[in-house]
């Protein structure tokens, strides 16, 4: 029976450890005594648990390693799909761009860049109010002095704001 149980600790700890932690010892009682079912014989597992806790550290720092991997994996296919996006968007408006005559090539010019300067307005105002409350004690106004409506319409695939 003790020789299954010191058998069976010994197969646990060689099936979970790389290294040899175990340290099996006898006691000098045990030695001139081998035959007494009374008497046990101590195993000592020096570093067992030193062992199996630094086996689990190391398999969740894997663990973590491999998630931070397939993070920046997914990261780096929806960096590329944006990136395919916007020059599938592009070629779309060179190519209607090109459809035009030129009278109306001169006019949608003229119209992306009034929309350009909007949008800079807006930026720059935007800007200037986060200044404003960052810098000041007081709560920023709910509105603006400068309200702007914008529309925007979808018209042949382009979006248009008026």
Same mark, same amino acid.
């Given at each position: #029976?003790?020789?299954?149980?010191?058998?069976?600790?010994?197969?646990?700890?060689?099936?979970?450890?790389?290294? $040899?932690?175990?340290?099996?010892?006898?006691?000098?009682?045990?030695?001139?005594?081998?035959? $007494?079912?009374?008497?046990?014989?101590?195993?000592?597992?020096?570093?067992?648990?030193? $062992?199996?806790?630094q086996?689990?550290?190391?398999?969740?720092?894997? +663990? +973590?390693?491999?998630?931070?991997?397939?993070?920046q994996?997914?990261?780096?296919?929806?960096?590329?799909?944006?990136?395919e996006?916007?020059?599938?968007?592009?070629?779309?408006?060179?190519?209607?761009?090109?459809?035009? $005559?030129?009278?109306?090539?001169?006019?949608? #010019?003229?119209?992306?860049?009034?929309?350009?300067?909007?949008?800079?307005?807006?930026?720059?105002?935007? #800007? #200037?109010?986060?200044?404003?409350?960052?810098?000041?004690?007081?709560?920023?106004?709910?509105?603006?002095?400068?309200?702007?409506?914008?529309?925007?319409?979808?018209?042949?695939?382009?979006?248009?704001?008026?």
């Amino acid at each position: #029976m003790k020789f299954t149980r010191c058998l069976s600790v010994i197969a646990v700890v060689s099936c979970l450890s790389a290294n $040899s932690v175990a340290a099996i010892a006898k006691t000098p009682e045990s030695e001139n005594s081998s035959t $007494s079912a009374a008497k046990t014989e101590p195993i000592f597992v020096a570093g067992f648990f030193d $062992s199996l806790q630094q086996t689990i550290q190391t398999i969740q720092q894997v +663990g +973590g390693i491999i998630q931070q991997h397939n993070q920046q994996q997914e990261l780096e296919e929806a960096r590329r799909r944006a990136s395919e996006q916007e020059r599938l968007e592009a070629e779309r408006r060179q190519r209607y761009f090109e459809s035009l $005559s030129p009278q109306e090539q001169k006019a949608y #010019m003229e119209e992306q860049r009034a929309l350009q300067a909007q949008r800079d307005t807006a930026a720059l105002l935007f #800007m #200037m109010t986060l200044f404003s409350a960052v810098s000041s004690d007081e709560p920023a106004p709910a509105s603006s002095q400068y309200d702007y409506d914008v529309e925007c319409k979808t018209v042949d695939g382009l979006t248009r704001c008026d």
